[in-house]
């Protein structure tokens, strides 16, 4: 089985074989490798008797079996295992086109989330009344000298809030110092929100392919469009079979009323029946991620369960069996297991690591709110100084004072409908 045992020439090579030299290498032992006669890892048949590897070593057939042989309990009453040399679990393997995803109707949203968008409309809302507010308080947007005219109602600067986040440029236009500073934050908000969601959306966009529908196991349950089956007599088959899970008890069930049609006798015919049709295969995780790296169409999901390992099976009672799990912990602490692992599970695939996609939270705009807080408060701050300014020199013709006068304007100017106020100039009367 590739990666662990393969022909080349006349020669075999493989994890297995690496691993093999690298134990007779430290405990100074010579071997006779020989492929299992039935091609199987090892089950109780029908009769009692085991088959695969598993037979072999308790007939003393073989002294050892150096294979993707996954310790069970059941195995363990029967045989000895060395220290797990790869550790491993059960995960699905499908292909990246298998199952359609259907894409949500307002599939636009997702760039951001819930908390933005709630965000977003309030400083939206926020910012027009503030428009309006400072048009209203300022003199310098008012047309004078006979009837004063404003033309920032609240409805238009709704209006022109929204032409701003659409990057269209509206009318009116502001002419108070005040007014512009709220326009211009404003104008600057909106053009780092648009970045911002461009740049989400096209990685969304992009990822799409990579976000699978199928994500666990009760997924594949609740699905209707793939086929998934399992190595007939497998570990994986008999976990799913003894387990009081009930997800974990759906599958079993389904993979045993169809096994004539789901359960695959060999990996490779299983790796050919998920790229050639709508199937998912259930088999060991590391096994997966070894074909997910040599066929870049394939993907495992992210589920992983059942944790276990692969050890060497050895007779019981051997004394081959403790020097044996020594010797995988001396070449794991030195790390010669992890790189037997990247040699032969080297990905042909050229692919970009990318961290999974992620609608932007408020807290990562954060800084462009505050900003935005910051210019509003500044907006009003020079319209009032821009009213008393209009104030103190309207005191200086009048009879009252600056903070009279100032007030009588706030009120006034809070108060006026239709867009129109009488002028608060002093009137000259002529006479014939």
Request: aromatic share 10%.
């Amino acid at each position: 089985e590739d990666p662990y045992v393969m022909v080349r020439s006349t020669e075999l090579e493989g994890y297995c074989i690496d691993l093999l030299k690298a134990l007779a290498a430290m405990l100074h032992f010579s071997y006779k490798v020989k492929v299992v006669g039935d091609g199987q890892y090892g089950a109780v048949s029908s009769k009692g008797n085991w088959t695969g590897m598993i037979g072999e070593i308790i007939r003393q057939e073989a002294d050892i079996a150096v294979a993707p042989l996954t310790v069970t309990s059941a195995r363990e009453e029967v045989v000895s295992f060395t220290t797990p040399f790869l550790q491993t679990g059960i995960g699905i393997l499908l292909r990246k086109d298998s199952v359609s995803q259907e894409m949500p109707l307002f599939h636009f949203l997702a760039p951001f989330s819930k908390e933005t968008w709630t965000g977003l409309l309030f400083a939206y809302v926020l910012t027009c009344l503030c428009l309006c507010l400072v048009a209203r308080l300022s003199p310098c947007e008012w047309n004078e000298p006979k009837r004063e005219e404003n033309h920032f109602t609240f409805l238009n600067s709704l209006w022109f809030g929204a032409g701003a986040l659409a990057l269209q440029g509206v009318t009116p236009r502001p002419k108070a110092l005040s007014v512009r500073v709220i326009a211009a934050i404003w104008w600057l908000f909106t053009l780092a929100l648009v970045a911002a969601y461009i740049a989400n959306f096209t990685a969304l966009l992009s990822a799409g392919s990579e976000q699978l529908p199928i994500q666990t196991f009760e997924d594949l349950v609740k699905q209707r469009e793939l086929e998934f089956g399992t190595l007939d007599g497998s570990s994986t088959y008999y976990f799913f079979k003894n387990s009081k899970n009930p997800v974990h008890q759906l599958i079993y069930e389904y993979m045993d009323k169809r096994r004539d049609y789901v359960l695959v006798k060999t990996y490779q015919e299983a790796i050919q029946r998920v790229m050639d049709s709508n199937y998912a295969f259930i088999g060991e995780s590391v096994s997966q991620d070894l074909a997910a790296a040599r066929h870049c169409n394939l993907i495992r999901a992210p589920e992983v369960i059942g944790a276990r390992g692969f050890g060497i099976a050895t007779p019981k009672g051997s004394v081959w069996t403790k020097h044996l799990s020594i010797a995988i912990l001396t070449l794991r602490e030195s790390g010669d297991l992890e790189q037997l692992r990247n040699k032969w599970w080297e990905s042909r695939c050229r692919h970009q690591a990318r961290e999974r996609w992620a609608p932007l939270q408020p807290n990562a705009l954060a800084g462009l709110f505050l900003s935005l807080g910051i210019g509003l408060a500044v907006g009003v701050l020079v319209a009032l100084l821009e009213l008393s300014r209009r104030s103190r020199r309207s005191a200086g013709q009048g009879q009252k004072s600056c903070c009279t006068i100032f007030v009588e304007e706030i009120c006034t100017r809070l108060q006026i409908k239709e867009n129109t106020r009488p002028s608060h100039e002093p009137s000259v009367k002529t006479s014939a």
